[in-house]
């Protein structure tokens, strides 16, 4: 069946350095969207990507769609200890009735 | 506006016991989805309800089954509980059956004992 995988599963940095999971899909994706949980909370939507190629800005967030849209990246500039959670990706199945979520990349940030 | 809530927050069941887990969506939502997320992993879909109807279903046994009323709100039951059906139980509303982003509730801990 349709996988979403991310890597890294944990990365801890320093505040301030930046910060970048990957996200790959089995296959081709229609559209991407990127969820933010914190520690003790639930999953927060954060943007959607549906253009191959697409880069979206949010503040210190840039989100990336890759060419082929099988691949996706957040990229975190200068980490807050605000941007500690889990980051997910995921992408709509084939079917079009479920959102099929990666395993999520665990970050940690210290100040 | 309220967000997506959940009934009951926590809940603790003996094996082979049945839960009912409610939800409603936001308002104007019309679409509810289920997910299973347990610790460290992301969440699993189980089932997806529009109008009322099931549209799709996860790779679930037949324990779990769920039912979305005219008002939109939601019931996911599980039967005969396994140790293994320890985890937290989220719903999420979406607008319609497009791509929208899902909207989820703050889910309910089920403990299997």
């Known amino acids: 069946g349709q996988q979403v995988m991310q890597i890294p599963q944990y990365q801890h940095v320093q505040e301030g350095e930046d910060f970048t999971t990957y996200c790959n899909s089995s296959t081709t994706l229609s559209n991407i969207q990127w969820y933010k949980q914190r520690p003790g909370g639930h999953p927060v939507f954060l943007i959607q990507l549906v253009k191959s190629g697409e880069v979206k800005k949010q503040k210190r967030l840039t989100f990336q769609f890759g060419e082929a849209k099988k691949n996706s990246s957040l990229h975190i500039t200068a980490t807050q200890t605000t941007d500690v959670g889990t980051y997910f990706c995921a992408g709509i199945n084939q079917a079009g009735t479920a959102l099929i979520f990666g395993k999520g990349t665990t970050l940690s940030v210290s100040s | 506006d309220a967000g997506v809530t959940q009934s009951p927050t926590h809940l603790i069941k003996t094996r082979g016991q049945h839960v009912t887990l409610r939800c409603s969506p936001i308002?104007?939502?019309?679409?509810v989805s289920w997910y299973q997320q347990v610790l460290g992993q992301g969440p699993q879909f189980i089932f997806q309800y529009y109008e009322k109807e099931e549209r799709g279903r996860g790779n679930f046994p037949d324990r779990f089954s769920a039912r979305q009323f005219p008002n939109y709100s939601s019931e996911l039951n599980v039967n005969a509980l396994l140790l293994g059906d320890s985890a937290l139980y989220l719903c999420?509303?979406?607008?319609?059956?497009?791509?929208?982003?899902?909207?989820f509730g703050n889910g309910t801990r089920l403990t299997v004992t």
């Open positions: 999420a509303s979406s607008f319609g059956l497009d791509n929208s982003p899902l909207h």
């Open positions: 308002s104007g939502h019309k679409s």
